[in-house]
């Protein structure tokens, strides 16, 4: 037999970001001493209330299928979060919980999007947006955003970015890869302009825990009339309690867009792990305490990589105001050479610290900036101190 591949899947592109990465991990396996700031999850341990409660959940019995939507037990969890966190009320059948947030926006797209339908999407994004998109036959259109503007998409570029054929916009706040956070007035603007268009709000809010007390994450169901009925939010475990292995997502929005992802659902994965629904359970209505330890330790680490970057000539970051990444422009060094070597791109920045002084980072390219490139403070301080001191030593090296 000779295979042949489907056309969908034929059109995936291959992340420019794995090469790296993967030689990294190569690298590492045969002795050497790479520092990567390629985490894309918290380094912490699960806490152990969270664990405990898994335990529990399996020595009770909970381990069978569960209502494909989520157990009542969770939705409710998540309801009296929103309620007390942004004064929204949901009700449980406005709430579908999922393999993880990645999974509520691929059920999503494929709940909403025909064939040409097209969804703005703000760069930088996060990687996995466009292709989800495309999978469900959507055509992402992106907006590029700037620097200079805290990489927001500004009301007036979403305004000429609305076709007739705009199904939705992506905004995720706070935001992988930049850390930017929307404030409330920016955020309604937005929303109003989508409201007032037709235009779903897709707010990717799984990073929403994680802000640094500068500015203070806001859910764009709230911000004005009509955004709530407008609006589908996504949110998860994942990020905020150093859950990403237990995968459960979660999706807030309107009851008929609601039924339509679970139908998706329902005929792929079924429900969401029942052990990890209730482990999700205590992780949402337990203490909040262990999130803010994590924070605590995050914002640390975010200045000693933000101030060590800045002072390195030729690299120039922003302080991220949330998440646990720092978007580092390197656009200056772009034209210099060590030996035979030109550095024109984000590919061939990271591909030259990762060869020179084994630092491993994420190039921009992935996110749709190639004049940057991401690093995660999700590792040790001591990490960061030594890989930001081999970054200055590598550009050092460039003529
Ligand atoms: C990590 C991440 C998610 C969801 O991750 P899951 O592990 O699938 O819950 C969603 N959006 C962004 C921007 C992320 O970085």
Known sequence: MRLKLSQRVLGLEASPTLAITSRAKELKKKGHDIVSFTAGEPDFDTPSHIKEAAIRAINEGHTKYTPVGGIDELKEAIIERYRKDHSLEYSKEEILVSCGGKHSFYNLCQALLDQGDEVIVPAPYWVSYPPMVRLAGGVPRIVSTDEKDGFKISPEELENAITEKTKAIVINSP???????????????????AVERGVLVISDEIYDKLVYGEVESVCAAGVCEGARENTIVLNGV??????????????LGP?????????????????????????????????????EEMKREFKKRRDIMVDGLNSIEGISCIRPHGAFYVFANVSALFGRRYNDRVINSSVEFASFLLDTVEVCVVPGAGFGDDRFVRLSFACSEE???????????AVGLLR
């Open 255 to 291: 009851k008929e867009l609601i039924d339509a992802m679970m139908r998706i659902q329902s005929q792929s994965t079924s429900n969401p792990t029942s052990i990890s629904q209730w482990a999700s359970v205590a992780a949402i209505s337990g203490s909040q305490q262990c999130v």
């Open 383 to 393: 990490d960061i101190k030594k890989g930001v001191e081999r970054i200055r030593e």
């Open 175 to 193: 935001s992988n890869p930049t850390g930017a956070v929307y404030s409330h007035e920016e955020l309604k603007a937005l929303v109003e302009i």
């Open 238 to 251: 994942s990020k905020s309690y150093s859950m990403t292995g237990w995968r459960i997502g979660y999706a």
